[in-house]
Nanobody, 116 residues
């Protein structure tokens, strides 16, 4: 059973920073894609940033230059460093692991609120 547990969300002022972490447990395919998604109230869940097991990254245009995704394959962790946060970054953030040719797993989500 693959489990993903996010941490690090909270309330921050505009311009501030937060660091989200995702711990993965269980057995999963080594060939996979991991990403952070977010869902604001009444909106669909969208990809914020992703990284392959080989280390290739991609970002939503709205976060390029402000967010950095990284993964530690030895520790099975995924991190999202978020800088220069804006009110429009407010959302529930989810960690995802998608196996190549296998399962698709989600964490329970962590709330990020950017407000003065």
């Amino acid at each position: 059973q693959v489990q993903l547990v996010e941490s690090g969300g909270g309330l921050v002022q505009p311009g501030g920073s937060l660091r989200l972490s995702c711990a993965v447990s269980g057995r999963f395919f080594s060939d996979n894609f991991m990403g952070w998604y977010r869902q604001g109230p009444g909106l669909q869940r969208d990809l914020v940033a992703g990284v392959t097991s080989g280390g290739s990254t991609n970002y939503a245009d709205s976060v390029k230059g402000r967010f950095t995704i990284s993964r530690d394959n030895a520790k099975n962790t995924l991190t999202l460093q978020m800088n220069r946060l804006k009110p429009e970054d407010t959302a529930l953030y989810y960690c995802n692991l998608a196996e190549q040719g296998g399962g698709d797993y989600w964490g329970q989500g962590t709330q990020v609120t950017v407000s003065s």
